[in-house]
């Protein structure tokens, strides 16, 4: 469950519309930790917050096609 501060945070992301461009550079960098043996609980710690923010998103929010 997200708190109230990890909430705030991501509709500001939303609001700047850099949600995606933000969520893209956090897969990537979660990679290529992997790839060079990072702390596999870390990144698992990482991947499970950007779980939690999409499953947020998907109950409160509906993605609309840009003009």
Not at 35 to 57: H, M
């Amino acid at each position: 469950m997200m708190d109230s501060e990890s909430i705030k945070s991501l509709r500001f992301h939303i609001k700047s519309q850099d949600y995606f461009g933000t969520l893209a550079t956090v897969l990537s960098l979660s990679k290529q930790n992997l790839e060079a043996g990072a702390n596999k609980k870390q990144i698992a710690k990482v991947l499970e917050y950007a779980e939690e923010q999409l499953v947020y998103l998907q109950e409160n929010y509906k993605i609309v096609k840009n003009n």
